[in-house]
């Protein structure tokens, strides 16, 4: 009998892509979900709120944390090009596996114009959790007023982006019930 040396290819395949993601890219996903969670709700409540002690309290929290999301930002997307991925969901069709990086990589970018036009728009700096000032470019004018739309509608896009996101775990998860979300755990 001859033994065959070479690696059967699902067996080397398997090898080179894990069952989940690696502790650093879950890391990564989870700061940021839970980081947007509280930016997301604390900015809408924010833009119900009168002017007063409370509102610039809450505020400057909010600037501050997401200040360790640009931080980190960086990062995450860094990762994202140099891990190894795990290997694809087994009996999901070519054109939802596309479907699933595409919205990934629309978070990335969005994420980015959020991130961006907030800190711009920001006049007179900020402080970082009331440790040291954070300097910002631009005074308060047209510019910055734009920069707020620009905020404002990455925004709506950013939650309509999760939301799709996170229907799609549930689906998969209860639905066809291939253990998503343990790719992330
Ligand atoms: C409760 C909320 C969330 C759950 C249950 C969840 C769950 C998951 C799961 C299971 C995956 C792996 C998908 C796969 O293997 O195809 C994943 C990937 C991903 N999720 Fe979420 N997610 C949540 C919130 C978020 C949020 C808020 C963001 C926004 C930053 C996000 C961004 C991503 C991205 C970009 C990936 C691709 C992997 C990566 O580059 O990190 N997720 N998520
Ligand atoms: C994860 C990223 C971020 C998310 C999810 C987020 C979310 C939000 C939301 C939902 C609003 C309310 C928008 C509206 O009125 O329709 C808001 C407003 C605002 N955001 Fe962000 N934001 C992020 C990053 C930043 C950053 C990096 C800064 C500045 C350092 C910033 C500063 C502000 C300010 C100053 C407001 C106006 C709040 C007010 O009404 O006084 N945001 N943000």
């Known amino acids: 009998m001859s033994m065959n040396p070479m690696p059967q290819p699902a067996h080397a395949a398997q090898a080179a892509h894990p069952a ?32 007063g002690a409370g509102r610039d309290v809450l505020s400057h929290l909010n600037m501050s944390l997401a200040t360790v999301l640009i931080a980190l930002f ?9 891990r190894t991925e795990p290997h694809a969901l087994p009996g999901v069709p070519r054109l939802q596996r596309l479907l699933a990086h595409g919205v990934h990589a629309a978070i990335y970018a969005v994420l980015f114009v959020v991130l961006t036009s907030g800190f711009l728009m920001v006049p007179k700096g900020y402080a970082f959790f009331g440790l040291f000032e954070i300097p910002t470019p631009f005074a308060k004018g047209p510019l910055t007023d734009a920069l707020f739309v620009v905020h404002r509608i990455g925004c709506a896009l950013l939650v309509a982006l999760i939301a799709v996101h996170v229907l799609a775990v549930v689906k998969h998860q209860l639905i066809a019930r291939n253990d998503v979300l343990r790719r992330m755990l």
């Not at 960086?74 to 140099?82: A, E, I, K, Q, T």
């Open 20 to 51: 989940r993601y690696d502790a650093i890219a879950r890391f990564f996903h989870w700061v940021f979900a839970a980081g947007i969670l509280y930016t997301s709700i604390a900015g809408y409540t924010l833009a119900q709120l009168p002017d």
């Open 74 to 82: 960086p990062l995450r997307l860094g990762w994202s090009f140099v």
